[in-house]
């Protein structure tokens, strides 16, 4: 199999497997939210966003809408 640009793999308690998974071709990315409850309803606590630009691939995460970081490599 070829190495993709982006994977993951998440653990949940209370499922038997793991999400895992990457995008199909070497253009794609990938989204990944995670919601927490606040005073009852959904918020976003970090949304992490992997994409190609440019022969470069970036990986960026914002946490509560705010960015935390970009990590920048080459394909």
């Known amino acids: ?10 653990a949940i308690d209370g499922r038997r497997t793991e999400l895992t998974g990457g995008p199909v071709n070497r253009h794609g990315g990938l989204t990944a939210t995670i919601y927490q409850r606040k005073d009852g309803a959904k918020e ?3 949304k992490i966003r ?3 630009e440019n022969g470069k691939l970036f990986t960026r ?3 509560g809408g705010t960015l935390a ?7």
Do not use: K
């Not at 199999?1 to 998440?10: C, G, H, S, V, Y």
């Not at 970081?69 to 394909?75: A, K, M, P, S, V």
């Open 1 to 10: 199999m070829a190495l993709r640009n982006f994977w993951i793999d998440a």
């Open 44 to 46: 976003t606590a970090v």
């Open 50 to 52: 992997c994409y190609e």
């Open 61 to 63: 995460v914002d946490i």
């Open 69 to 75: 970081g970009i990590f920048e490599t080459d394909r």
